[in-house]
């Protein structure tokens, strides 16, 4: 059973920064890739950020590059997203997501496994 926990939300005001943490159990994830989603308020979960865990490959969505930047802590299991110059359009629940599934990374249906989500909401 993967279980993924995220952390780090919180409120700040717009220009500010947040760090996210996802840490993974269950399971050796040399396999799987890593990604951030978002929904805000009245929207449909979105694609943020992607980290193929083996190698190290990353992906972002157009609104967040250059600003959010996805690691990782193999030791620890942990994926971060490091949240920059927030907006308040980044307003939104974000959630950790795991998949071994070569489909589509920018469908939410492609991850099997979730987190169950940490608010951040910026203020103006």
């Known amino acids: 059973q993967v279980q993924l926990v995220e952390s780090g939300g919180g409120l700040v005001q717009a220009g500010g920064s947040l760090r996210l943490s996802c840490t993974a159990s269950?399971?050796?994830?040399?396999?799987?890739?890593m990604a951030w989603f978002r929904q805000g308020p009245g929207k449909e979960r979105e694609f943020v950020a992607r980290f193929n865990w083996s190698g190290g490959i990353t992906f972002y969505a157009d609104s967040v590059k250059g600003r959010f930047t996805i690691s990782r802590d193999n030791a620890k299991n942990t994926v971060y997203l490091q949240m920059n110059s927030l907006k308040p359009e980044d307003t939104a629940l974000y959630y950790c997501?795991?998949?071994?599934?070569?489909?589509?990374?920018?469908?939410?249906?492609?991850?099997?496994?979730w987190g169950q989500g940490t608010q951040v909401t910026v203020s103006s």
């Open positions: 269950g399971r050796t994830f040399g396999n799987y890739a």
């Open positions: 997501a795991a998949t071994t599934s070569p489909g589509n990374w920018l469908r939410p249906d492609t991850y099997g496994h």
